[in-house]
C-alpha cells in the first residue's frame, strides 16, 4: 500500500467563548490515505470536517496529534497541499484566466510562462471563450472549474475539497462531480472530499469516512468497491449509501 497521507491522533478543541474552558471538535483520529485515492468524509453538521481539512492544509493547527504527507508533516502554505472551497474564493478584479494562474504568479513565475500553462488549463477545463470574463459573469459550474484550475495548476499532491459543490443546482452539480472525476483519473492525485451528501461521497469515492457528532470521532470507514464508470442505479452503490444513512442517522 502506498502511504501518502497519514492522520495520527488528531485532536482538536477551541476556546469556549467567555471561558477558560475549551470545547472539544475532534477526538482522537487516525486514518491512512493511500496516494492517488478518491477519500470522501461525511458527517453532521459542525462536527469538524471542515476544521479537519483546514488542518490538513496545515491552515489549522492540531491540538494533540500529527498529520504527515509520505512521511513529513505538513507545514503552513505547504505546496504540496492544494484547497478548494465551497465559495469558489475567486478574485472579483481578476479574469478567469488571471485567477487560475495566481498560484504561479505567487511562486514567482514569469509571467509569459504562467500565462501559457494557465491557457492549457482554459482548454482543458472547457473555459475556452471566457478566460477574460470576471467572475460575476460567469456560472456556478464555471466559476468552480476556475477555482479547481487554479488549485492544481501549482500541482499539490494532495487536493482538499471543502464542499466545492454545495451551492451548485442538481444538474451543474452532477455535471461538475463527473468532470471532477475526469480530471481525477488523469491526473490520479490524491483527493480529499467534503461533503453533506452521502449519494455524492459514494458516488465518487473509493473510500467514505464517516465522522459522528462532536466531539468526532470515527464511526467507521467503507471501502467502495465499486468499478468505475458507476450507475448511480446501482444496487451495491444504494445499499452501501443506506448502510451509511443508518449510521448518520445512529450519530
Given at each position: 500500500?502506498?502511504?501518502?497521507?497519514?492522520?495520527?491522533?488528531?485532536?482538536?478543541?477551541?476556546?469556549?467563548?467567555?471561558?477558560?474552558?475549551?470545547?472539544?471538535?475532534?477526538?482522537?483520529?487516525?486514518?491512512?490515505?493511500?496516494?492517488?485515492?478518491?477519500?470522501?468524509?461525511?458527517?453532521?453538521?459542525?462536527?469538524?470536517?471542515?476544521?479537519?481539512?483546514?488542518?490538513?492544509?496545515?491552515?489549522?493547527?492540531?491540538?494533540?496529534?500529527?498529520?504527515?504527507?509520505?512521511?513529513d508533516a505538513i507545514t503552513d502554505n505547504d505546496r504540496r497541499v492544494g484547497l478548494v472551497f465551497q465559495e469558489f474564493a475567486l478574485f472579483p478584479w481578476r479574469t478567469a484566466l488571471q485567477n487560475i494562474e495566481i498560484g504561479l504568479?505567487?511562486?514567482?513565475?514569469?509571467?509569459?510562462?504562467?500565462?501559457?500553462?494557465?491557457?492549457?488549463?482554459?482548454?482543458?477545463?472547457?473555459?475556452?471563450?471566457?478566460?477574460?470574463?470576471?467572475?460575476?459573469?460567469?456560472?456556478?459550474?464555471?466559476?468552480?472549474?476556475?477555482?479547481?484550475?487554479?488549485?492544481?495548476?501549482?500541482?499539490?499532491?494532495?487536493?482538499?475539497?471543502?464542499?466545492?459543490?454545495?451551492?451548485?443546482?442538481?444538474?451543474?452539480?452532477?455535471?461538475?462531480?463527473?468532470?471532477?472525476?475526469?480530471?481525477?483519473?488523469?491526473?490520479?492525485?490524491?483527493?480529499?472530499?467534503?461533503?453533506?451528501?452521502?449519494?455524492?461521497?459514494?458516488?465518487?469515492?473509493?473510500?467514505?469516512?464517516?465522522?459522528?457528532?462532536?466531539?468526532?470521532?470515527?464511526?467507521?470507514?467503507?471501502?467502495?468497491?465499486?468499478?468505475?464508470?458507476?450507475?448511480?442505479?446501482?444496487?451495491?452503490?444504494?445499499?452501501?449509501?443506506?448502510?451509511?444513512?443508518?449510521?448518520?442517522?445512529?450519530?
Open positions: 500500500m502506498a502511504v501518502n497521507l497519514k492522520l495520527s491522533r488528531i485532536t482538536k478543541t477551541f476556546p469556549e467563548n467567555g471561558s477558560l474552558s475549551q470545547v472539544p471538535v475532534l477526538d482522537n483520529l487516525d486514518c491512512i490515505i493511500e496516494s492517488g485515492q478518491f477519500f470522501s468524509i461525511v458527517g453532521p453538521s459542525g462536527c469538524g470536517k471542515t476544521t479537519l481539512l483546514r488542518i490538513i492544509a496545515g491552515l489549522e493547527k492540531a491540538s494533540e496529534g500529527q498529520i504527515l504527507l509520505n512521511g504568479e505567487i511562486n514567482g513565475v514569469p509571467k509569459a510562462e504562467r500565462r501559457e500553462e494557465a491557457l492549457k488549463y482554459v482548454r482543458e477545463f472547457g473555459l475556452e471563450g471566457f478566460e477574460n470574463t470576471f467572475p460575476k459573469m460567469l456560472s456556478g459550474g464555471m466559476k468552480q472549474r476556475v477555482a479547481i484550475a487554479r488549485t492544481l495548476i501549482s500541482n499539490p499532491e494532495v487536493v482538499l475539497m471543502d464542499e466545492p459543490f454545495g451551492s451548485l443546482d442538481s444538474k451543474s452539480r452532477i455535471d461538475m462531480q463527473n468532470f471532477l472525476l475526469d480530471v481525477w483519473e488523469q491526473r490520479k492525485m490524491t483527493v480529499v472530499f467534503v461533503t453533506h451528501s452521502v449519494d455524492e461521497a459514494v458516488y465518487l469515492g473509493d473510500r467514505v469516512l464517516v465522522l459522528g457528532k462532536r466531539p468526532s470521532r470515527i464511526m467507521e470507514t467503507f471501502d467502495v468497491e465499486i468499478s468505475r464508470p458507476r450507475d448511480r442505479a446501482n444496487p451495491a452503490l444504494l445499499e452501501m449509501r443506506e448502510r451509511i444513512f443508518g449510521l448518520c442517522a445512529r450519530a
